[in-house]
């Protein structure tokens, strides 16, 4: 069993990364598993190396340690770019010019996420560095187990649309990234907020495209709340690892607080 934690270093560490670290290596002990730790920072624009150099040492202070070398997406573009190839060769990544606004525009009738209407799909524009890029998704169903939440399914091409997959800024995405990492780690079990549901079905697809055929296990646990009708805000001062650890509070106290924080009810 080989799980991660992946954090973005856009911001200081805060409660609601303790709850998912806590399921992360409670899992990956219950099992004797191991956990690697991967920053993700595929968003040149939003990562800050002094916020990453706080997530290691907040998390270190709090006991998580991982089991293998860091993993630091930024530096990663040639993998990126050698495993997106076999589909760019069979023509399956095009560019795409659009700018959100001009997405928000063509889409329309906005479902629960907006939904690229693959505009640029038959425009043949080359793959430069100032556009995006977006991968073909056909219509069809993934079908995944998640582990918390049972049987689920989901049309990539229904809510998202093409994928996608390099940014108009030369930035590899999220979900690019995210999903050549956990074929290339042979990560066997995502664990991760419900928050990215939805990402699922698109990297299950986007991971059998690149040639990963059995996709790992799931596990989308709740999003905590920081009271019974308080959302959890990166940015609030109390609840940041930092402010705590500042304001005098123990390792033990920090975790115990996670664990004891509310879930969001509408999960
Ligand atoms: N980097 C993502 C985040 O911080 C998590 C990615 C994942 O667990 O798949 O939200
Ligand atoms: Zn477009």
Not at 67 to 80: F, H, K, M, N, T
């Amino acid at each position: 069993m080989i799980t991660r934690f992946a954090p973005a270093p856009t911001g200081f560490l805060h409660l609601g990364h303790v709850v998912n670290a806590s399921h992360v290596w409670e899992a990956a002990r219950a099992r004797d598993g191991k956990v690697l730790l991967r920053i993700e920072d595929h968003d040149r624009q939003r990562c800050r190396p002094e916020y990453e150099a706080a997530l290691l040492e907040d998390l270190a202070w709090l006991g998580f340690e991982a089991d293998g070398p860091l993993v630091r997406q930024s530096e990663r573009d040639a993998i990126y770019r050698k495993a997106l190839q076999p589909l760019i060769d069979r023509e399956l990544v095009y560019g795409c010019t659009c700018t959100r606004s001009d997405i928000v525009a063509a889409a329309g009738d906005v479902g629960p996420e907006l939904r690229y209407p693959n505009t640029c799909r038959d425009k043949n524009i080359p793959l430069t560095d100032d556009v995006g890029w977006r991968l073909r998704i056909e219509p069809g169903i993934e079908r995944f187990f998640d582990e918390i939440r049972g049987p689920q399914q989901q049309d990539p091409s229904e809510q998202c649309g093409d994928l996608l997959v390099r940014d108009r800024l030369g930035n590899w995405t999220y979900q690019l990234a995210a999903t050549v990492d956990d074929h290339a780690q042979k990560i066997t079990d995502v664990i991760r907020g419900v928050d990215l549901l939805p990402s699922t079905g698109r990297q299950i697809r986007l991971a059998r495209l690149l040639g990963r055929h059995t996709p790992p296990r799931f596990a989308h646990h709740a999003l905590v709340m920081k009271s019974a009708t308080e959302k959890l805000s990166k940015s609030d001062g109390d609840t940041g690892v930092r402010d705590l650890r500042a304001a005098g509070w123990s390792a033990e106290a920090v975790l115990a607080r996670a664990r004891a924080m509310p879930a969001a009810g509408d999960h």
